[in-house]
C-alpha cells in the first residue's frame, strides 16, 4: 500500500520503529499503581482541552460586541457546539484538579526530594500557568459574571506592594475592563500560556525519562 510505503520510506532514514520501541519496551518499576497515574489522566485532559478549544476558537470572535453572541451561537446553533464547549469548560476544571492531585501525590511520597526538585518545580509552574489558563479563559464569554470576576481578579492583582499598579494596567491594557482587556486575556490564553504550558510540559517529560519514576512511599 501506498502509505506502508511511504511509512517505510520515512522509517528508513529517521529509525522511527526503533524509537517506538523504546519507549513502548521501558521497565516500569514493579510499586507503580494507580497513583501514579494521576499525571497521565491529567496530560489527557490537557490534550482533551487543546482539541475542544481548537474547535472554539474556529467561532468565537474576540470583541465586546460579538463575544457573547458568538458563545451562544456556538452553544445553540453549531451542531455539537453546546457539547464541545461544556468539555471544555468542565475539563478546565477537571485540569485544576488533577494537577493539584497529582502534586499531592508526589508530595507525600516525597518524590520531589533529591534529584528530582527541578521537577518539582517546573510542576509547580505547570500549576500556575493551569490557574493562569482558567483565569484568562473566564473572561472569554463576556458576560456579566465573567466581567466582574475579572475586574476583582485584576483588582487583586492590583494590590500587590509596588508592582501593583503596573500588573494591573498590563493586564487590563489600561485603567478599566474593554475590548484590550478582551483580546489580551484570548491572545495569552490560546497563544502565550500554551507555548509555556508545552515548554513545560516537555522539561517535565524529560526529566521523568532522564531520572525514571521515583521509588515507593
Excluded at 148 to 160: D, H, I, L, N, Q
Excluded at 192 to 199: H, Q
Amino acid at each position: 500500500m501506498m502509505t506502508e510505503r511511504i511509512y517505510n520510506w520515512i522509517d528508513e532514514r529517521l529509525q522511527i520503529k526503533d524509537q517506538i520501541k523504546e519507549i513502548l519496551d521501558h521497565p516500569v518499576p514493579p510499586h507503580v499503581n494507580f497513583l501514579y497515574c494521576f499525571g497521565g489522566i491529567t496530560f489527557v485532559l490537557i490534550m482533551l482541552q487543546v482539541i475542544t478549544g481548537i474547535f472554539l476558537t474556529m467561532y468565537y470572535v474576540p470583541s465586546p460586541d460579538h463575544a457573547y453572541a458568538s458563545v451562544e451561537y456556538i452553544s445553540k446553533e453549531v451542531a455539537f457546539g453546546r457539547l464541545i464547549r461544556g468539555m471544555h469548560r468542565i475539563g478546565s476544571s477537571g485540569v485544576v484538579i488533577m494537577v493539584v492531585v497529582h502534586l499531592l501525590r508526589v508530595y507525600f511520597h516525597g518524590a520531589y526530594k533529591k534529584p528530582r526538585e527541578l521537577n518539582w518545580m517546573v510542576g509547580v509552574g505547570l500549576l500556575l500557568i493551569v490557574l493562569t489558563f482558567g483565569f484568562t479563559g473566564y473572561l472569554l464569554p463576556w458576560d456579566q459574571k465573567a466581567y466582574w470576576a475579572t475586574v476583582v481578579g485584576t483588582k487583586m492583582a492590583g494590590s500587590v506592594p509596588v508592582i501593583g499598579e503596573f500588573v494591573l494596567k498590563a493586564l487590563r491594557g489600561g485603567n478599566d475592563l474593554g475590548a484590550v482587556t478582551l483580546t489580551r486575556f484570548y491572545s495569552l490564553h490560546i497563544w502565550f500560556l500554551p507555548g509555556v504550558l508545552f515548554a513545560l510540559l516537555g522539561a517535565h517529560f524529560f526529566m521523568i525519562r532522564k531520572q525514571g519514576i521515583s521509588g515507593p512511599l
